[in-house]
C-alpha cells in the first residue's frame, strides 16, 4: 500500500490544475478592436442612447436575451451589483425582510442590506445545498418584501415550491444564477422562473470577463430602474419624466467594452464549456460510486445539474476519518478541495454586531423596521452541519481538463480511503 503524501509518502500528482479561464480567439480579436476604436467605454450618464452603453455592450445584452428568451438584459460591472440593482428594481427599502441562504458569497445578503432591509437567513436542504422551501414558509412575515434564491454550486433550488410561496404572499423573487448558467428546472433555464435573474461573469465563473455580470426580466419597469441604478439614475429621471424616482439613487455599475468584449466571446462558448463540465462531473460520480461514506451529487431527473463545483458529503462515522483531515490529504496529494464551502454568513461581525451604516447599527436598528431578526449560531443546523462536518468540495471539473485529470482524483480519493486507519491516527 503506497504511503500517503501527507504522511511522508509520494505525492500521487504533481502536475497543477488549471486554475484560471481559458480565453480563445474571439475575445482576443474583439479586445483589440475596441483598443484599436478608442471607445473603452461607450456609456455617459444622460438620456440617449449612449445611457446604455457601447456597441459590445449591446451586442451582449442582444446574445443574453436571445438564449435566455428574455424581453431585457441588463449588463453591470458585477454580479454583486446585479444583485443589487435587482433588490432596488423589487423596490425592497427600509424596514423591509428579504429572506435569503446562508450558505453562498455574502452579496446576496448585502443585497438587502444595500437598500436599507434585514436579511433573515433561512436553512438549506441537505441534498441540494439551496435554500430550504419548508423553512421560507415559516419565515415569511408581514414585513419580507422577496426571496433572494441562490442557485448554488450549478443546481437549481426547488422553485415549484418557492414560486407558490412568493405567489401566496406577494413577494418578489430574485434568482441568484452566478454558479448556475445554464442550469434548468422542469426544462426551463435559472434566472427565468422567478422576477429577475442575476448572474457572474467574475474570473472563477464558467465564463468570464474577469469581472462583470448580468441582469434578465421580463418586465419593462423593473429593466428601466436596473439601467437607472446602473448609471447615475438620479440625474436622469426628469428627462425621463419619470414620476416613481424612488430607489433610482444611481451609481457606477457600468460595463467597459473591453470587457463586454471578452464576454460576448465567452458567451458564445456557455454550452460547449458547461457540456465539458457536466461530462467530466458525471466521469467522477463514476468513479468515486463504490466508495462507502460518500454522497454525491444529486441529479434528479427535472434538474439540469452544470457542475460550477462538485460537492461531497463525508460520513466521518462510515469513513473512519473526519472530513477536515481527508481534505488535507487530498490536498497533499496535489488534488484542489475544500473543507466546507463559506462561513454561514450570518456569522460574520456585520450580522453578529448588526453594524452597517455609521455606528449606530443602521439598518438593523432603523426605527422604520417593527421586527427582530436572530443571527445566533445554530439558527441554520443543516448549514452548520454541512460547514463544518460534511460537505467538502473541488472544483476540478471544468475545461481544460479531461479524464485523464479527473482518473487522478478518483485515484487520490482511494488512495486516501486505503490509508485512512493511518491518517486517523494524524493529529488535527
Same mark, same amino acid.
Given at each position: 500500500?503506497?504511503?500517503?503524501?501527507?504522511?511522508?509518502?509520494?505525492?500521487?500528482?504533481?502536475?497543477?490544475?488549471?486554475?484560471? #479561464?481559458?480565453?480563445?480567439?474571439?475575445?482576443?480579436?474583439?479586445?483589440?478592436?475596441?483598443?484599436?476604436?478608442?471607445?473603452?467605454?461607450?456609456?455617459?450618464?444622460?438620456?440617449?442612447?449612449?445611457?446604455?452603453?457601447?456597441?459590445? &455592450?449591446?451586442?451582449?445584452?442582444?446574445?443574453? @436575451?436571445?438564449?435566455?428568451? #428574455?424581453?431585457?438584459? &441588463?449588463?453591470?460591472?458585477?454580479?454583486?451589483?446585479?444583485?443589487?440593482?435587482?433588490?432596488?428594481?423589487?423596490?425592497?427599502?427600509?424596514?423591509?425582510? &428579504?429572506?435569503?441562504?446562508?450558505?453562498?458569497?455574502?452579496?446576496?445578503?448585502?443585497?438587502?442590506?444595500?437598500?436599507?432591509? !434585514?436579511?433573515?437567513?433561512?436553512?438549506?436542504?441537505?441534498?441540494?445545498?439551496?435554500?430550504?422551501?419548508?423553512?421560507?414558509?415559516?419565515?415569511?412575515?408581514?414585513?419580507?418584501?422577496?426571496?433572494?434564491?441562490?442557485?448554488?454550486?450549478?443546481?437549481?433550488?426547488?422553485?415549484?415550491?418557492?414560486?407558490?410561496?412568493?405567489?401566496?404572499?406577494?413577494?418578489?423573487?430574485?434568482?441568484?444564477?452566478?454558479?448556475?448558467?445554464?442550469?434548468?428546472?422542469?426544462?426551463?433555464?435559472?434566472?427565468?422562473?422567478?422576477?429577475?435573474? &442575476?448572474?457572474?461573469?467574475?474570473?472563477?465563473?464558467?465564463?468570464?470577463?474577469?469581472?462583470?455580470?448580468?441582469?434578465?426580466?421580463?418586465?419593462?419597469?423593473?429593466?428601466?430602474?436596473?439601467?437607472?441604478?446602473?448609471?447615475?439614475?438620479?440625474?436622469?429621471?426628469?428627462?425621463?419624466?419619470?414620476?416613481? !424616482?424612488?430607489?433610482?439613487?444611481?451609481?457606477?455599475?457600468?460595463? +467597459?467594452?473591453?470587457?463586454? #468584449?471578452?464576454?460576448?466571446?465567452?458567451?458564445? @462558448?456557455?454550452?460547449?464549456?458547461?457540456?465539458?463540465? !457536466?461530462?467530466?462531473?458525471?466521469?467522477?460520480?463514476?468513479?468515486?460510486?463504490?466508495?462507502?461514506?460518500?454522497?454525491? $451529487?444529486?441529479?434528479?431527473?427535472?434538474?439540469?445539474?452544470?457542475?460550477?463545483?462538485?460537492?461531497? @458529503?463525508?460520513?466521518?462515522?462510515?469513513?473512519?476519518?473526519?472530513?477536515?483531515?481527508?481534505?488535507?490529504?487530498?490536498?497533499?496529494?496535489?488534488? $484542489?478541495?475544500?473543507?466546507?464551502?463559506?462561513? $454561514?454568513?450570518?456569522?460574520?461581525?456585520?450580522?453578529?454586531?448588526?453594524?452597517?451604516?455609521?455606528?449606530?447599527?443602521?439598518?438593523?436598528?432603523? $426605527?422604520?423596521?417593527?421586527?427582530?431578526?436572530?443571527?445566533?449560531?445554530?439558527?441554520?443546523?443543516? +448549514?452548520?452541519?454541512?460547514?463544518?462536518?460534511?460537505?467538502?468540495?473541488?472544483?476540478?471539473?471544468?475545461?481544460?481538463?479531461?479524464?485523464?485529470?479527473?482518473?487522478?482524483?478518483?485515484?487520490?480519493?482511494?488512495?486516501?480511503?486505503?490509508?485512512?486507519?493511518?491518517?486517523?491516527?494524524?493529529?488535527?
Amino acid at each position: 500500500m503506497e504511503r500517503l503524501a501527507i504522511l511522508g509518502g509520494k505525492k500521487l500528482r504533481e502536475k497543477p490544475f488549471v486554475t484560471h #479561464a481559458v480565453i480563445g480567439e474571439e475575445e482576443r480579436e474583439r479586445v483589440s478592436k475596441v483598443l484599436d476604436s478608442g471607445m473603452l467605454s461607450g456609456f455617459i450618464a444622460q438620456a440617449g442612447d449612449h445611457f446604455l452603453g457601447g456597441e459590445q &455592450v449591446k451586442e451582449l445584452e442582444s446574445l443574453v @436575451r436571445e438564449y435566455f428568451n #428574455a424581453k431585457h438584459a &441588463v449588463s453591470v460591472n458585477s454580479a454583486t451589483a446585479a444583485l443589487h440593482v435587482a433588490a432596488a428594481a423589487c423596490g425592497i427599502g427600509p424596514g423591509d425582510e &428579504v429572506i435569503v441562504t446562508p450558505y453562498t458569497m455574502c452579496a446576496s445578503a448585502t443585497a438587502a442590506i444595500m437598500m436599507n432591509a !434585514i436579511p433573515v437567513f433561512v436553512d438549506i436542504d441537505e441534498k441540494n445545498f439551496c435554500i430550504d422551501p419548508s423553512k421560507i414558509k415559516e419565515a415569511v412575515t408581514p414585513r419580507t418584501k422577496a426571496i433572494i434564491v441562490v442557485h448554488l454550486f450549478g443546481l437549481a433550488a426547488d422553485m415549484d415550491e418557492i414560486t407558490e410561496i412568493a405567489k401566496e404572499h406577494k413577494l418578489r423573487v430574485i434568482e441568484d444564477c452566478a454558479q448556475a448558467p445554464g442550469a434548468t428546472f422542469k426544462d426551463r433555464l435559472v434566472g427565468t422562473i422567478g422576477d429577475i435573474g &442575476v448572474f457572474s461573469l467574475n474570473q472563477h465563473k464558467t465564463i468570464t470577463s474577469g469581472e462583470g455580470g448580468f441582469v434578465i426580466t421580463g418586465d419593462d419597469d423593473m429593466a428601466l430602474k436596473m439601467q437607472l441604478v446602473r448609471n447615475h439614475g438620479e440625474v436622469i429621471t426628469e428627462k425621463m419624466e419619470l414620476e416613481d !424616482i424612488a430607489g433610482v439613487v444611481g451609481f457606477n455599475y457600468r460595463m +467597459t467594452e473591453l470587457e463586454a #468584449a471578452v464576454a460576448v466571446g465567452q458567451f458564445r @462558448r456557455l454550452d460547449s464549456l458547461t457540456e465539458h463540465r !457536466i461530462g467530466l462531473a458525471e466521469y467522477l460520480t463514476e468513479g468515486l460510486s463504490n466508495i462507502d461514506g460518500l454522497t454525491l $451529487p444529486e441529479m434528479p431527473d427535472h434538474k439540469k445539474h452544470v457542475y460550477f463545483v462538485y460537492p461531497i @458529503r463525508l460520513d466521518e462515522k462510515v469513513i473512519g476519518v473526519s472530513r477536515d483531515k481527508f481534505v488535507k490529504a487530498l490536498v497533499a496529494e496535489g488534488i $484542489p478541495c475544500g473543507a466546507g464551502y463559506v462561513r $454561514p454568513i450570518y456569522l460574520e461581525p456585520l450580522y453578529q454586531k448588526r453594524i452597517a451604516y455609521g455606528k449606530e447599527g443602521c439598518p438593523f436598528t432603523c $426605527p422604520i423596521y417593527k421586527g427582530s431578526v436572530n443571527y445566533d449560531k445554530g439558527i441554520c443546523p443543516v +448549514t452548520e452541519m454541512m460547514h463544518e462536518k460534511e460537505l467538502m468540495v473541488t472544483g476540478v471539473c471544468k475545461y481544460p481538463h479531461t479524464r485523464d485529470d479527473i482518473d487522478d482524483v478518483v485515484k487520490a480519493f482511494k488512495k486516501v480511503i486505503e490509508n485512512r486507519a493511518a491518517l486517523a491516527d494524524l493529529k488535527e
